[in-house]
């Protein structure tokens, strides 16, 4: 210590501040004797002058430095009273164990542990209380406000963990891995971290520390709100790990995910559970130096989709899409390979008691989200005690008790059980001897009296096991929980037969628990990119194979982004996606716009390819078909391995061909619908031996004429075939349904009458013989979409409303048509039995799953974004309106009117799980019998939105596809990933340090260049050859001539006249031999004034002429250089005095070198 009289008062002060606080410090069983080596010695630490030495000598020093060091100048009074508060800091229950471990002294060790300590809390104190030094001996500083509480009156509390956790005492991290303390002034904006084991305290009005990575809030301040900080934008789940030993081999608890974040502690954990034990004060860990796991997100369009946050719902495919393609960390993958505890090395085990373990399991099972920072690393929160320990608290137990050690082989923890109730009140000296004795130096104070509390109520664990608290980014948990529940259902069934009672505790479907265990293991295989367009059909060939048609821009203003990939042939066994060229045109010749230009024609391909629309396979003769705007429909051989299709025939129509169905029935019929007025729909006969040839029938509605027999459609707007459907029950297999709709011929609405709009016709045709079935309502209605039971002979319409009372909101309706004999109506007809009022504007896909004999479930996806759900059985109004988010593209005005909607969907195996798709991007599974919460999960997120998909006839596969021109496979097994291995690539993200391996897309297979048209769209023959050479051609001729003048180029040469190629207008009396006109000459280049000004632009440079006597004048400029030779030895000594190098004047170099200067001298 100085000598100085302010010095000696703080120390003096230090001295009384430490006698009282002596006076709190937990006494021993008096008149005990520690026993070491034999040897016994008086315990002298319970002295309070040997406790006044000790901090003279040991704590006084550094106090005093560091006070000087870092605050010089400071008043006698600020640093005595700044000195008490380091003191109260520094001495805590770790130091008081400390110093009766060392009896009366602490371990040098230790004492550089309380310098560092003493430190860290100068600054923070400093800080605090804004200490700013101005010059030696003058500080300006606050007055400083009473000491806070001594650390065993005020908790320590760690950084707040997520909602839902709450975590025990926890032993310090590993020595080895602590940094030392740098003497450097940290800035007050930085956190603080302690790296010492000393716990740090909590100060009044001073923000504790928090890891890095935390984010701040809007106002620029750390969040350190638990709630808050549970629901950033950064989400990933917390899971339970559970060890049995101390290796890497875990096993994982159940999570059960919540379907809202939540925004407080569960109720289990909303109090802190009370012991009679107060627990250790928590130590702050010091930041990992980890990169901070990002959670997966899907990329939209370049965009993040930051404005869908990660939930329960979604978190699952987002996390396997992350794993999928490369984002993640292989060692994490495999599961086997994890970070390890930060609390471990060092050998600390805590114990909590079985409430305190419930609690944190219980809060564990719920989605938690974490910001960037939050459980960096694995926590150990529990360590089962060892069969040497209990012994060993056994034996303690009894001699602390005087009882005798038992000899004979028993239960220890029956034993230990009976000795603490006998002896209840004597628990508190058991566990003082215990933490005095260090018999378990791994174990503090408040595990040993958790245990005691399990033991005494028969809590404690059959077998020892390790409990760990980690992120789970990849969702590793829920995999797990999904595998293990086919075996809970097979030992449920062994034990309870298929009534589904006993163990499960309630009736179960055995058979429809195991499909849907199956669909839910559906995951992203293969993903393929670049295909034309927007997929807008997909049907499978067989298990293994599917062909997709895509849109294609066709238009004259964008004919220039027209390309292959119209139409593909995918494989799911191989791997691959082969496009195919057969659906193209010749090239069209556009007039106007920049497509007409000849630099566009001739960089353009000569064929133009066209959108497929409609696909579909006859299974029973196994063909397939696909039609397009090219107006025709190809028939196709298909490999089943999905290595090939060859063309067996085509059938050309008047118009775009929208539609091409096939029928189940024996004959295999196939009916087509094109967009012309009349005879729009066509059923084909095919013949096997010439499919081109094939004979068919064509139909027309009635509404094409009105009552006098007049066309009813003009130029701009007509009746088109709107939606097709074959019967799917074998007693209506012959039947075909169509729905016909107002349709513009120009792609401009107004063109229809509004008495138009909502008009159409639901026309029923016998595909054998000919005949129309009567329908008996809604047969004038607009049709949207019309389907047939799969298992009954009935079928369901959506149609624009009818009827005189309908109630507000109903903008459509979905009828249901069943078959009645009615004499009044000439025969057999089909009349409406039920109508289902539906919201929405328009009705894309219509699907049926029969849930028992007579009813049903009947779903709509619509332009509203929404999928409304019905059941026959409880009336016309929904159960259900599954609703998706916001359109990924924008749009302007009324979504329904500008936005595609829901494009996809389709029932699983079984009732409980069906599919929707739609503009968001997102594939969503449902369970419409669950009335409270029918969304399952998001199954898949796509970059654009979802336009097509369809399952395999297996039902084990299922292929997406969207507005990107991307291909998506999902299957249960590996077999959709091919046969071809993964490729993958390292990228750097922007902004990123380091890079990370990323799935490399699969492209389409491209097809091979087909041969070029013979003629143009209007029948021209098409020269072969190119610009060039033509160019050379005329020139050959003398039809063109190059002017002299290079700035004009090429002009009419003396047989141009050959050519014809004259405009009769420009010259005089319309005779191409006669002179220009005055109007068309002044626009010639010749007759332009400004081409002469433009020559001089290009003059030559004149030639260099050789000067007379060159060599000798050359000679003698030589001659008058300096040479080295030519200097005298005193010049030499002199210019070698100066630095002058010899070779500087017999190799001088000329070149000029500049001096660099900084902007700001300019």
């Known amino acids: 210590m100085d000598a100085r009289p302010g010095a000696a008062v703080v120390e003096n002060q230090y001295a009384r501040d430490a006698s009282r606080s002596s006076?709190?410090?937990?006494?021993?069983?008096?008149?005990?004797?520690?026993?070491?080596?034999?040897?016994?010695?008086?315990?002298?630490?319970?002295?309070?002058?040997?406790?006044?030495?000790?901090?003279?000598?040991?704590?006084?020093?550094?106090?005093?430095e560091h006070i000087s060091r870092e605050l010089p100048g400071l008043p006698d009074d600020v640093r005595k009273e700044l000195g008490k508060q380091v003191v109260a800091l520094v001495s805590g229950p770790e130091f008081s164990a400390e110093y009766k471990r060392g009896n009366g002294r602490i371990s040098p060790q230790y004492e550089q542990h309380v310098s560092a300590r003493a430190l860290a809390e100068v600054r923070a104190l400093a800080r605090h209380h804004n200490l700013r030094v101005n010059t030696p001996g003058a500080v300006t500083h606050v007055p400083v406000p009473a000491p806070p509480a001594r650390l065993s009156e005020t908790p320590i509390h760690p950084p707040p963990l997520p909602a839902g956790i709450r975590l025990p005492s926890l032993p310090s991290p590993s020595v080895q891995q602590r940094r030392p303390a740098a003497p450097i002034r940290q800035s007050v904006e930085a956190p603080r971290f302690s790296h010492s084991p000393i716990p740090v305290p909590v100060i009044p009005n001073r923000k504790p520390a928090i890891p890095n990575g935390v984010a701040r809030d809007q106002d620029g301040g750390r969040n350190h709100n638990p709630d808050v900080r549970a629901n950033r934008f950064k989400n990933s789940p917390v899971v339970i790990v559970i060890d049995d030993d101390n290796d890497d081999d875990s096993k994982h608890l159940q999570l059960l995910p919540l379907k809202k974040p939540p925004t407080a502690l569960p109720p289990n954990l909303s109090t802190p559970i009370k012991s009679e034990y107060p627990p250790e004060p928590?130590?702050?860990?010091?930041?990992?130096?980890?990169?901070?796991?990002?959670?997966?997100?899907?990329?939209?369009?370049?965009?993040?989709?930051?404005?869908?946050?990660?939930?329960?719902?979604?978190?699952?495919?987002?996390?396997?899409?992350?794993v999928w393609r490369g984002q993640h960390d292989q060692a994490v993958d495999d599961g086997k390979a994890h970070t390890r505890s930060s609390w471990f090395p060092q050998g600390k085990q805590p114990y909590i008691c079985s409430e305190m373990r419930r609690g944190i399991i219980n809060g564990a099972h719920q989605f938690i989200r974490l910001n960037h920072g939050d459980l960096f690393q694995p926590v150990t929160f529990h360590v089962d005690f060892t069969l040497e320990e209990v012994r060993c608290l056994q034996v303690l137990?009894?001699?602390?008790?005087?009882?005798?050690?038992?000899?004979k082989k028993k239960d220890l923890k029956k034993d230990l059980q009976r000795l603490l109730k006998k002896n209840t009140p004597h628990i508190e000296r058991v566990l003082k001897a215990a933490v005095r004795e260090n018999r378990l130096p791994r174990r503090s104070k408040s595990d040993i009296a958790h245990f005691f509390k399990d033991v005494m109520n028969q809590k404690t664990a059959s077998e020892p096991m390790l409990l760990r608290l980690q992120r789970d980014d990849y969702d590793r948990q829920g995999d797990f929980v999904r595998s293990s529940r086919i075996h809970s259902l097979l030992f449920a069934r062994e034990i309870s037969g298929h009534r589904g009672y006993g163990s499960m505790?309630?009736?179960?479907?055995?058979?429809n628990e195991f499909r849907k265990c199956r669909e839910d293991s559906l995951e992203l295989r293969s993903e393929w990119t670049d295909c034309a367009g927007d997929i807008s059909t997909i049907v499978w060939v067989s298990d293994h194979s599917f062909i997709c048609g895509t849109t294609e821009h066709s238009d004259s203003h964008n004919q220039q982004y027209n390309k292959p990939g119209n139409l593909v042939l995918g494989s799911s066994s191989l791997g691959t996606l082969r496009a195919y060229p057969d659906h193209r045109i010749v090239r069209p010749i556009v007039e106007k716009g920049e497509n007409s230009t000849d630099a566009m024609i001739q960089s353009q391909d000569p064929w133009l390819y066209s959108s497929v629309v409609s696909s579909d396979y006859d299974s029973v003769h196994d063909r397939a078909f696909t039609s397009g705007f090219d107006r025709t429909v190809k028939v196709w051989r298909v490999e089943q391995s999905g290595s090939a299709m060859h063309l067996l025939g085509e059938w050309r129509h008047g118009g775009n061909v929208n539609f091409v169905a096939t029928s189940r029935h024996e004959s295999g019929m196939v009916a087509t619908a094109a967009d012309v007025a009349q005879d729009a729909v066509r059923i084909y006969d095919i013949s096997e031996n010439a499919v081109s040839g094939s004979p068919f029938r064509s139909y027309s509605c009635s509404r094409i004429t009105d009552a006098e027999g007049n066309s009813v459609s003009t130029e701009k707007w007509a009746y088109f075939p709107a939606t097709m459907q074959w019967g799917r029950h074998p007693a209506v297999r012959h039947m075909l349904l169509v729905g016909y709709s107002p349709r513009s011929r120009t792609n401009n609405e107004l063109d229809i009458p509004e008495d138009r709009k909502d008009s159409g016709e639901l026309c029923l045709w016998d595909g054998l013989t000919g005949e129309r079935w009567k329908i008996t309502s809604a047969t004038t209605q607009n049709v949207f979409e019309v389907l047939w039971h799969p298992t009954q002979p009935w079928f369901i319409a959506a149609t624009s409303p009818l009827g005189l009372e309908i109630e507000d909101g109903v903008r459509t309706q979905i009828r249901v048509f069943r078959e009645t004999d009615n004499p009044d109506l000439g025969g057999k007809a089909y009349s409406p039995i039920k109508t289902l009022d539906c919201a929405a504007l328009d009705i894309n896909e219509l699907t049926i799953m029969p849930n028992s004999l007579v009813f049903c479930y009947i779903t709509a996806g619509c332009t509203d974004g929404n999928t409304y759900v019905w059941d026959t059985a409880l009336g016309d109004k929904p159960i259900h309106v599954l609703r998706h988010g916001a359109p990924i593209e924008e749009?302007?005005?009324?979504?329904?009117?500008?936005?595609?909607?829901?494009?996809?969907?389709?029932?699983?195996?079984?009732?409980?799980?069906?599919?929707?798709?739609?503009?968001d991007g997102v594939v969503k599974v449902w369970n419409v019998r669950s009335?409270?919460?029918?969304?399952?999960?998001?199954?898949?997120?796509?970059?654009?939105?979802?336009?097509?998909?369809?399952?395999?006839?297996d039902q084990s596969k299922l292929v997406i596809g969207d507005a990107t021109g991307r291909v998506f496979l999902l299957s249960f097994d590996q077999d959709g990933q091919g046969a071809k291995q993964p490729s993958f690539m390292r990228v750097q993200p922007p902004g990123a340090r380091t890079s990370r391996t990323v799935r490399r897309p699969m492209p389409v297979m491209q097809h091979k260049e087909p041969p070029a048209p013979a003629y143009d769209a209007a029948g021209r023959p098409i020269e072969p050859e190119s610009g060039p050479l033509r160019a050379k051609t005329y020139l050959a001729q003398q039809y063109l001539r190059i002017h002299p003048n290079p700035t004009i180029g090429a002009v009419q040469g003396p047989k141009y006249a050959e050519t014809g190629l004259f405009l009769p207008e420009a010259h005089l009396n319309n005779d191409p031999s006669q002179p220009l006109l005055a109007r068309w000459e002044v626009t010639q280049q010749e007759a332009k004034g400004g081409h002469e000004a433009r020559r001089d632009m290009f003059r030559k440079l004149r030639a260099v002429k050789e000067a007379p006597d060159l060599a000798s004048l050359h000679s003698k400029n030589a001659n008058l250089d300096l040479k080295w030779e030519g200097i005298s030895d005193e010049t030499k000594l002199e210019l070698q005095r100066e630095g002058v190098k010899e070779q500087y004047i017999t190799n001088p170099d000329y070149a000029l070198h500049y001096e660099e200067s900084s902007s700001d001298e300019f």
Request: charged share 25%; with cysteine.
């Open 23 to 64: 006076d709190s410090l937990p006494e021993p069983p008096s008149k005990r004797l520690r026993i070491d080596g034999g040897q016994t010695h008086p315990t002298i630490w319970s002295s309070k002058a040997v406790l006044t030495e000790c901090l003279k000598t040991q704590v006084f020093p550094h106090i005093e």
């Open 282 to 322: 928590h130590r702050i860990p010091p930041p990992a130096n980890l990169p901070p796991v990002t959670p997966p997100r899907a990329n939209v369009k370049g965009k993040l989709r930051g404005h869908v946050p990660t939930s329960p719902a979604n978190f699952r495919s987002r996390a396997h899409a992350a």
């Open 397 to 407: 137990t009894r001699q602390i008790l005087g009882l005798p050690t038992e000899k």
């Open 505 to 511: 505790r309630r009736p179960e479907n055995f058979s």
């Open 891 to 919: 749009y302007r005005g009324d979504r329904e009117c500008e936005d595609v909607g829901v494009k996809f969907t389709a029932w699983g195996t079984t009732p409980d799980r069906f599919y929707t798709g739609s503009s």
């Open 931 to 953: 009335l409270r919460k029918p969304l399952v999960r998001d199954l898949l997120e796509v970059p654009g939105p979802v336009s097509c998909g369809m399952f395999s006839p």
